[in-house]
Every structure is written in structure tokens, then in C-alpha cells.
């Protein structure tokens, strides 16, 4: 009967028997080192896998439109807020072509402009032919003139000043700082900034919910092995880090599928609008969104919001667990 | 090391399951709990294990109140103490290895400080050759074996045993019954519960804590 001593090599603590999953169980073992005593695999963990890859994805798919769009709108912001528009209206009497020269000089001598660039007939021309198709003759039409100002990197020019040397020069003309759309621009961002926030709390609080659900099913399924624990001298802080250890595993495999599908999702659509770019449709998206590439930043927010999603599947489930064993003896 | 004060056990609205229940037990003593099925047995066992709060009276155990204690005391008490269960309450997830070294595991002691310890209690009780087995696949008598060691893998203080030799033929119970007197004489306050003469009768010097009429009677 002694042999057996020498022949058998306990399990417990070793990794001889480890299953499929086990680089996850590793991680967890490494974050909560001792031996799982709750049982890995069941039906109500792997709903809970797909249950928190979904809410990754979702998660993920918002934090990486959020830092899409913040980029592309930081981008409009800078190229709008430095560029101004002098639009020089027809009028009776005055000979267009002599008054956007006019505006170009007034503009070109004012200080902190660097750049004056006058859009010419067959440029503005150029500007409507989408709508009003090829082969216009603007003599035609009483269409203004534009003079594109661009001012100089970190100037600030006077534009009252310039409104009034225009105005008292160039009387039809109109200097648009494009303010407006700066301020809509900035509005926008912030709402969907906003937004953003929003379904991502709401995401987080939902999941918070299901893996509460989850460990008290889990804690009702495992009670036996919870009254074992306790009656071998178990704390409940020992039996609150094994439910941790266990949802840990699960929030770590729910996330990285979840984190994972959404890159996918990103480099699909990329690749889909890459192949769409030439046609007008695409060219539009593409000039609000750019290339449609999350960055460094994009994947970045993405792994963050991958882990701290099982880290929160740990944290909320122990908690659950924490509240539940307050009520035992 | 047990001392129970006029202690009374109440389900619920239910009548009285025990009532006016005082007893002591001594340090290194050995005592058979009896009486008849549904006599509440099992309820003073699971009030000594803490595993129920008494409707009245006091429990004091290692000299602590126990109503005064908090979870964390409780926890450190209960590692004092053995409990074999009437239905064994084994981990089914867990190998007869891993089951008998479940108190020291959840204790934080290293498997290298243990593992020569559970072997040899897993050969004593005739389990050598199963330390990998699931409970699943063991019979009752060897699921109850390896219950017991899991009691007494942690040399408890006082060990509480419900009907430890009800799934054993004759022989194993009586070598059975030399390893709890073994074990009283290491210095451990041993009581069994049971309703079986004949194991009482095989050790005539223990007190025999009689359970009727849910009022506890005595016989040193």
C-alpha cells in the first residue's frame, strides 16, 4: 500500500490537468494564486462569456467611434478655425473682378494673414459643377466671388479691423469667419462625446447587473460547496476571491472575444470604405472620417475597455458574493 | 472546550426541536450522541459547528461565547474542529486527494508542506490507491473513509462525527471506531453521533449523551 505514496502525484496545485482554456486560467491563478474550487466549466458560464463579449463589443464599438469622430472633428476644427472667406457679392455698378482684387490686397496687407488665395472664375465654376453641371458660364449667373484667408500659426488678426477696411473699400463684400460652424462643430463633438459616455455607462451598468445575476445563480448552484468551505475553516474573503477567480476567467475570455470582434468590425469597415472611396458617397465619408483608421489611441481604448471588463466582471461579482456570504452563518 | 447553558433550538414557528440543553465537554473526552431518528442529533451537532444559532441559551466554545463571535472568529474556530457529515458532502469537482487536503488548502498552506501528511492519512484509512478518484465513482463506504480523513486531516481539537460508520460493514466500522480512540488519546474530544448499540457497546467508558423527547439526558 506505500508504493501509492511515491506513485501518485497529487493534482491539487499542479497544472497537469489543466483544460482548453487554461492561458486564461493561468492569468488568473497568477492574479489570485491557490487552487480553483469552483468548477470551471458550466452552462451559466459560458452564456456569461457570450453575455460579456457582446457588452465588449458594444463597449468597444462606442469608445472606438468616440475617439474617430473626436479625431476627425479636432481635425475639421483646426483646418475651419484657421481658414476665414471673404465672399464678394455682384453688385450693380461694380466690376467683380476689380473688387476681389481689391479684397485680395486689403487682405493680403492686413497683419497675421499668411496665405490669400482668390478662388478664380473657372475654380468657382469648378465649386458648382456638381449641382449645376459642366461647361457653366458664370457671366452668366450672379454668382459671388471667393477669396480663401488663411491665418498664420498662432496669429490672432484683427478681423473688426478688416471688416472695416472691406467695408469702407469693397462694400459688397462679407468676411466670414466661419464661426459658426466651429461652434456647431464643437457642439457636435461634445454631444456625441456625450453620447458616447451615456452607452458606455449604460453598458457597463448592465453588465455590472448580469454578472451579479450570474454569481448569485452561480453561488445557489455552488451552495454545497459554499457550506463545505465554510465548515473547513474557509473565510468569506477566501470563498469571495475562488467566486473572483472564477469570474475573472470568464470576464478575461467574454473580454478578449468581445475587444477582438470589435477590431474586426473596425479593420472591415475600414477595408469596406477603402473600396467605397472612389465613389462620391465614399469620398464624403471619407472626408469627415478620414481614412476610417482607429490610430494607436482606438486599439488602445479598446484593449483598456477589454480588460477592465473582466476586471469588472471580478470586482462585481465579488461584491455579489461579498453581500451574499454577510447573509450565511 | 463545549459547554452548553440551558440551550433551546426552534425551526422557525415550529415547537421547541431541543430544549433546555446543558452539557460540558471535557477536553480529550469520548462521547457517543444517541437517540432516535428525528431525536435532533444532527441539529446539536450543526449548533455545536456554528452552523446554527441556538432560539436561547449560550453556547460557549473554546472559551468564547459563541454568539459574540464575529465571521472571521467563527472561521478560525471551525479549524478546530472536524465535522464528518452524515451524507460525506464531498467535493464532486475535487479528487479524494484533493477533498481530504481541502481544510489545509483553504488554511494557505503550501501543497509541499501537506502532501506527505494526506498520503499517509489516505493509506490509514484504506484510500491509498484512490487519491485520484472523484467521488462520483467511489461507494459509500469509501466516500465516508475519505470524509473522515478530511476531518481529521487538521488534528482537530474536537471532532464531530454524524453516523460515521452508517455506510461500513462491521470490521471497517470497529477499525474505524480504533482510529477516532486513537485519536481522543492524541488528545482530541471526540463525539459520535449515532444510533448504532453496537458501536457503542465496543467502547463502554464513553459518555453516552442520550437525546429524547428533545431534552438531552446523560450517562458518564
Same mark, same amino acid.
Given at each position: 500500500?506505500?508504493?501509492?505514496?511515491?506513485?501518485?502525484?497529487?493534482?491539487?496545485?499542479?497544472?497537469?490537468?489543466?483544460?482548453?482554456?487554461?492561458?486564461?486560467?493561468?492569468?488568473?491563478?497568477?492574479?489570485?494564486?491557490?487552487?480553483?474550487?469552483?468548477?470551471?466549466?458550466?452552462?451559466?458560464?459560458?452564456?456569461?462569456?457570450?453575455?460579456?463579449?457582446?457588452?465588449?463589443?458594444?463597449?468597444?464599438?462606442?469608445?472606438?467611434?468616440?475617439?474617430?469622430? /473626436?479625431?476627425?472633428?479636432?481635425?475639421?476644427?483646426?483646418?475651419?478655425?484657421?481658414?476665414?472667406?471673404?465672399?464678394?457679392?455682384?453688385?450693380?455698378?461694380?466690376?467683380?473682378?476689380?473688387?476681389?482684387?481689391?479684397?485680395?490686397?486689403?487682405?493680403?496687407?492686413?497683419?497675421?494673414?499668411?496665405?490669400?488665395?482668390? /478662388?478664380?472664375?473657372?475654380?468657382?465654376?469648378?465649386?458648382?459643377?456638381?449641382?449645376?453641371?459642366?461647361?457653366?458660364?458664370?457671366?452668366?449667373?450672379?454668382?459671388?466671388?471667393?477669396?480663401?484667408?488663411?491665418?498664420?500659426?498662432?496669429?490672432?488678426?484683427?478681423?473688426?479691423?478688416?471688416?472695416?477696411?472691406?467695408?469702407?473699400?469693397?462694400?459688397?463684400?462679407?468676411?466670414?469667419?466661419?464661426?459658426?460652424?466651429?461652434?456647431?462643430?464643437?457642439?457636435?463633438?461634445?454631444?456625441?462625446?456625450?453620447?458616447?459616455?451615456?452607452?458606455?455607462?449604460?453598458?457597463?451598468?448592465?453588465?455590472?447587473?448580469?454578472?451579479?445575476?450570474?454569481?448569485?445563480g452561480a453561488m445557489a448552484g455552488n451552495r454545497?460547496?459554499?457550506?463545505?468551505?465554510?465548515?473547513?475553516?474557509?473565510?468569506?474573503? /477566501?470563498?469571495?476571491?475562488?467566486?473572483?477567480?472564477?469570474?475573472?476567467?470568464?470576464?478575461?475570455?467574454?473580454?478578449?472575444?468581445?475587444?477582438?470582434?470589435?477590431?474586426?468590425?473596425?479593420?472591415?469597415?475600414?477595408?469596406?470604405?477603402?473600396?467605397?472611396?472612389?465613389?462620391?458617397g465614399g469620398e464624403q465619408v471619407a472626408s469627415?472620417?478620414?481614412?476610417?483608421?482607429?490610430?494607436?489611441?482606438?486599439?488602445?481604448?479598446i484593449a483598456v475597455i477589454s480588460l477592465a471588463?473582466?476586471?469588472?466582471?471580478?470586482?462585481?461579482?465579488?461584491?455579489?458574493?461579498?453581500?451574499?456570504?454577510?447573509?450565511?452563518? | 472546550?463545549?459547554?452548553?447553558?440551558?440551550?433551546?433550538?426552534?425551526?422557525?414557528?415550529?415547537?421547541?426541536?431541543?430544549?433546555?440543553?446543558?452539557?460540558?465537554?471535557?477536553?480529550?473526552?469520548?462521547?457517543?450522541?444517541?437517540?432516535?431518528?428525528?431525536?435532533?442529533?444532527?441539529?446539536?451537532?450543526?449548533?455545536?459547528?456554528?452552523?446554527?444559532?441556538?432560539?436561547?441559551?449560550?453556547?460557549?466554545?473554546?472559551?468564547?461565547?459563541?454568539?459574540?463571535?464575529?465571521?472571521?472568529?467563527?472561521?478560525?474556530?471551525?479549524?478546530?474542529?472536524?465535522?464528518?457529515?452524515?451524507?460525506?458532502?464531498?467535493?464532486?469537482?475535487?479528487?479524494?486527494?484533493?477533498?481530504?487536503?481541502?481544510?489545509?488548502?483553504?488554511?494557505?498552506?503550501?501543497?509541499?508542506?501537506?502532501?506527505?501528511?494526506?498520503?499517509?492519512?489516505?493509506?490509514?484509512?484504506?484510500?491509498?490507491?484512490?487519491?485520484?478518484?472523484?467521488?462520483?465513482?467511489?461507494?459509500?463506504?469509501?466516500?465516508?473513509?475519505?470524509?473522515?480523513?478530511?476531518?481529521?486531516?487538521?488534528?482537530?481539537?474536537?471532532?464531530?462525527?454524524?453516523?460515521?460508520?452508517?455506510?461500513?460493514?462491521?470490521?471497517?466500522?470497529?477499525?474505524?471506531?480504533?482510529?477516532?480512540?486513537?485519536?481522543?488519546?492524541?488528545?482530541?474530544?471526540?463525539?459520535?453521533?449515532?444510533?448504532?448499540?453496537?458501536?457503542?457497546?465496543?467502547?463502554?467508558?464513553?459518555?453516552?449523551?442520550?437525546?429524547?423527547?428533545?431534552?438531552?439526558?446523560?450517562?458518564?
Amino acid at each position: 500500500m506505500t508504493e501509492g505514496v511515491d506513485t501518485h502525484t497529487p493534482r491539487v496545485a499542479s497544472t497537469e490537468a489543466e483544460p482548453a482554456g487554461g492561458l486564461f486560467q493561468r492569468l488568473a491563478g497568477w492574479m489570485f494564486p491557490g487552487r480553483n474550487l469552483i468548477p470551471a466549466e458550466s452552462i451559466a458560464g459560458r452564456a456569461l462569456v457570450t453575455v460579456i463579449a457582446i457588452m465588449t463589443f458594444l463597449a468597444a464599438l462606442t469608445a472606438g467611434s468616440a475617439v474617430l469622430i /473626436y479625431g476627425a472633428s479636432q481635425e475639421w476644427s483646426s483646418l475651419v478655425a484657421r481658414e476665414m472667406t471673404i465672399q464678394i457679392k455682384p453688385a450693380l455698378g461694380r466690376d467683380l473682378e476689380k473688387d476681389t482684387k481689391l479684397a485680395v490686397d486689403i487682405a493680403r496687407a492686413h497683419p497675421g494673414i499668411a496665405e490669400v488665395s482668390a /478662388y478664380s472664375e473657372k475654380q468657382s465654376a469648378q465649386l458648382l459643377e456638381p449641382w449645376l453641371g459642366p461647361d457653366l458660364d458664370l457671366k452668366e449667373l450672379p454668382v459671388p466671388r471667393l477669396v480663401v484667408i488663411k491665418q498664420g500659426e498662432g496669429e490672432t488678426p484683427d478681423l473688426a479691423a478688416l471688416r472695416q477696411k472691406l467695408a469702407k473699400a469693397v462694400p459688397n463684400a462679407i468676411l466670414d469667419n466661419h464661426r459658426l460652424w466651429v461652434e456647431r462643430l464643437t457642439t457636435m463633438a461634445r454631444a456625441l462625446f456625450v453620447a458616447a459616455l451615456v452607452v458606455l455607462l449604460l453598458v457597463l451598468v448592465s453588465m455590472v447587473l448580469a454578472v451579479s445575476f450570474a454569481t448569485r445563480g452561480a453561488m445557489a448552484g455552488n451552495r454545497e460547496i459554499i457550506d463545505v468551505l465554510h465548515f473547513v475553516g474557509a473565510e468569506d474573503r /477566501y470563498i469571495a476571491r475562488e467566486f473572483q477567480r472564477h469570474f475573472l476567467i470568464l470576464g478575461l475570455q467574454g473580454g478578449l472575444a468581445g475587444g477582438l470582434a470589435a477590431v474586426f468590425a473596425f479593420a472591415i469597415v475600414g477595408q469596406l470604405l477603402s473600396a467605397w472611396v472612389a465613389s462620391p458617397g465614399g469620398e464624403q465619408v471619407a472626408s469627415l472620417f478620414g481614412t476610417f483608421s482607429l490610430g494607436w489611441g482606438g486599439y488602445l481604448a479598446i484593449a483598456v475597455i477589454s480588460l477592465a471588463m473582466a476586471i469588472l466582471t471580478a470586482l462585481a461579482s465579488r461584491m455579489a458574493v461579498a453581500r451574499r456570504l454577510s447573509g450565511l452563518m | 472546550m463545549v459547554r452548553f447553558e440551558n440551550v433551546g433550538l426552534r425551526y422557525g414557528m415550529g415547537p421547541e426541536t431541543l430544549q433546555d440543553i446543558t452539557f460540558t465537554i471535557e477536553p480529550q473526552s469520548f462521547q457517543f450522541l444517541t437517540g432516535p431518528s428525528g431525536a435532533g442529533k444532527t441539529s446539536l451537532l450543526r449548533l455545536m459547528m456554528m452552523a446554527l444559532a441556538p432560539t436561547r441559551g449560550f453556547i460557549t466554545l473554546f472559551g468564547r461565547e459563541t454568539s459574540s463571535l464575529t465571521k472571521d472568529e467563527i472561521s478560525a474556530m471551525r479549524r478546530r474542529i472536524g465535522v464528518v457529515f452524515q451524507e460525506f458532502r464531498l467535493l464532486d469537482h475535487l479528487t479524494t486527494y484533493e477533498n481530504i487536503a481541502l481544510p489545509l488548502l483553504v488554511q494557505g498552506r503550501e501543497e509541499a508542506t501537506y502532501r506527505a501528511e494526506v498520503m499517509e492519512l489516505l493509506q490509514w484509512v484504506g484510500l491509498g490507491d484512490h487519491a485520484h478518484s472523484f467521488p462520483a465513482v467511489m461507494s459509500g463506504g469509501e466516500k465516508q473513509r475519505a470524509a473522515i480523513a478530511r476531518a481529521l486531516i487538521v488534528q482537530p481539537d474536537l471532532l464531530l462525527a454524524d453516523e460515521p460508520t452508517g455506510n461500513v460493514d462491521p470490521a471497517l466500522a470497529r477499525r474505524l471506531l480504533r482510529l477516532f480512540v486513537e485519536l481522543n488519546k492524541s488528545g482530541t474530544s471526540i463525539v459520535i453521533a449515532t444510533h448504532d448499540l453496537g458501536l457503542m457497546d465496543q467502547f463502554e467508558s464513553a459518555k453516552r449523551l442520550v437525546l429524547a423527547d428533545s431534552h438531552l439526558y446523560i450517562y458518564d
